[in-house]
């Protein structure tokens, strides 16, 4: 059963404690989304019909200390690869650009995610299990 949690504790800038456990199938190393409740989305072609909500993702989190009930996640550690001037002479640096859709700008309809500011009783669910698998 995928349970979802909620933020109950805020220890940092970079660990916060949720409301599950090992009682909850939680080990040390999975990965959880802290998200909050986003807008609803419905079939263009039944209007009755919804299709979902598209959540606004917070953060990542990996569960770093498991109890009974409750779990201490922290913020995922990231390594970043700054090419130095010489890679960047040599043409081994690298730039990443998207391309654009054509789409009718009639019809562009942004979603507004809000902030993205952990707060004690936003929703985190389950993503992956531990980093090893």
Not at 20 to 34: C, L, R, T, V
Not at 51 to 71: H, P, R, S
Not at 118 to 126: A, E, Q, S, W
């Amino acid at each position: 059963m995928n349970k979802n949690f909620t933020v109950v504790r805020i220890l940092d800038e970079y660990s916060l404690i949720i409301n599950g456990g090992f009682e909850n199938d939680i080990k040390e190393g999975d990965y959880f989304q802290i998200y909050s409740e986003g807008v609803s989305i419905y079939d263009p072609e039944d209007p009755s019909k919804l299709l979902g909500k598209f959540n606004n993702i917070k953060a990542t989190v990996v569960a770093e200390q498991v109890q009974e009930n409750l779990t201490i996640c922290k913020s995922r550690t990231t390594f970043k690869n700054i090419p130095t001037v010489s890679a960047i002479i040599e043409g081994m640096g690298t730039i990443t650009t998207q391309s654009t859709l054509s789409v009718d700008p009639s019809q562009i309809n942004p979603i507004d995610f809000g902030d993205k500011m952990i707060r004690v009783g936003d929703f985190v669910k389950k993503i992956s299990n531990t980093r090893n698998t």
